[in-house]
C-alpha cells in the first residue's frame, strides 16, 4: 500500500540529495574549525596570488618609468608600502572569508540537521 506522506518526504529529501544536498553532506564532513580554517587558507593564498598578479600589472604598466624612478626612490620605504598593501588585503580577505564561510557552514549544518530528521521521520512511518 502506498502512503502519501512517504512519497512526499522520499520525494523532498531525493531533490535536497542532488541539489544542495552534496554540498551540505560535503560542508558536514568537517568539524566547523577544520572547515572554516581549510578555506581561509584558500582564500589568503589565492588572495596572495592575485595580490601579485596586481602588483606586476602596476610595475609593468610604466616599466621604462619604474625602471628610471628606482634610482630615485627609497626602496625601503616602498617595500614598507607594498607589504603594508599586501597586509591590508590579505587581513581583508580573510575576515571576509571567515565570516561568509562561518554563515555557509552553520546553514549547511542547520539544513542537514533537517534532512537527518526527514530520515529518522521517514524510517519511523516505515516502521509503522
Known amino acids: 500500500m502506498l502512503n502519501e506522506e512517504r512519497i512526499i518526504l522520499m520525494t523532498k529529501m531525493a531533490s535536497y540529495e ?29 588572495a596572495t596570488v592575485a595580490f601579485a ?13 619604474f625602471m628610471q624612478d628606482i634610482y630615485n626612490m627609497n626602496l625601503i620605504e616602498f617595500a614598507q ?5 599586501y597586509g ?12 561568509l564561510y562561518s554563515y555557509r557552514y552553520s546553514k549547511a549544518k542547520k539544513s542537514l540537521k533537517c534532512y537527518y530528521h526527514n530520515l529518522k521521520k521517514l524510517n519511523s512511518l516505515y516502521n509503522e
Open 18 to 46: 542532488q541539489n544542495e544536498g552534496r554540498e551540505n553532506v560535503a560542508i558536514g564532513r568537517y568539524f566547523r574549525s577544520d572547515y572554516i580554517g581549510l578555506q581561509v587558507l584558500k582564500s589568503i593564498f589565492c
Open 53 to 65: 598578479i596586481i602588483f606586476a600589472l602596476f610595475v609593468f604598466y610604466d616599466f621604462e618609468i
Open 81 to 85: 608600502t607594498v607589504l603594508l598593501y
Open 88 to 99: 591590508i588585503t590579505v587581513a581583508g580577505y580573510g575576515v571576509i572569508s571567515y565570516i
